[in-house]
């Protein structure tokens, strides 16, 4: 299993311009997650799907971030416009219905905003 | 969901030594997972224990939990520096929050 495949795994864009980042979650995993980690916040849950529907995003800092999840393979978290405060790590993990399931987190995106 | 609080922020200790972390929650809870995180990398999942639990082992590691305290602890027993890293606490349902964990350093 190739586990939770994030891409790209560094971004530097300038304010103002959109971002795109890209999730595949591990087959057969029906929940996924997307956190932002900074030293300030720790680590911020911003949005979860289950089954491709996002159930919570309470977690959205503001209306700039978005995420879609057109299918069980594949996910995306945009920002649009960024902002210099967007630059983190942005993590994407899944797992599988099940109390208690952990987590399988990927590698990141560390996304510096200049 | 609620957040799992790491105590202490940061840990130094000798290779070989044991490292004890703790973490605190407010709300009752039905499981209480460990991860570790190191530099540059995503979280990985150590160990889960459930409310039921009292004490769970995994290799090195030692887990205790107690429901009355609201309060666990990790144990990682002769660490090594490949120990080195950051551990977190999670509880409960799907929407996991995490602390800000303790950074813990092994010394060679």
């Known amino acids: 299993d190739a586990g939770v495949i994030q891409s790209p795994r560094h971004e530097v864009t300038e304010m103002g311009q959109e971002v795109t980042l890209r999730c595949k979650p591990i087959?057969?995993?029906?929940?996924l997650f997307w956190y932002r980690q900074t030293m300030m916040r720790g680590l911020e849950l911003l949005i979860y799907f289950n089954n491709n529907v996002p159930i919570d995003d309470s977690g959205m800092p503001e209306d700039r971030f978005s995420a879609k999840m057109p299918n069980a393979s594949f996910s995306t978290l945009k920002i649009q416009p960024s902002e210099p405060r967007d630059s983190a790590v942005y993590f994407c993990?899944?797992?599988?219905?099940?109390?208690?399931?952990?987590?399988?987190f990927g590698n990141g995106t560390r996304l510096t905003v200049t | 969901s609620q957040q799992g609080e790491e105590d202490p922020q940061a840990l130094s200790i000798q290779e070989g030594e044991n490292a004890t972390m703790n973490c605190s929650y407010k709300?009752?809870?039905?499981?209480l997972q460990w991860y570790r995180q190191n530099s540059g990398r995503g979280l990985v999942h150590l160990i889960l224990i459930r409310s039921n639990e009292r004490e769970k082992h995994s290799g090195r590691l030692r887990v205790t939990l107690d429901t009355s305290k609201k309060s666990s602890s990790l144990l990682i027993t002769a660490s090594r520096a490949a120990d080195t890293a950051s551990y977190f606490c999670?509880?409960?349902?799907?929407?996991?929050?995490f602390g800000s964990g303790t950074r813990l350093l092994v010394r060679p």
């Open positions: 993990a899944s797992t599988w219905t099940g109390v208690g399931s952990p987590l399988h």
């Open positions: 999670a509880t409960d349902d799907y929407k996991l929050i």
């Open positions: 709300t009752s809870i039905n499981n």
């Open positions: 087959s057969g995993h029906d929940y």
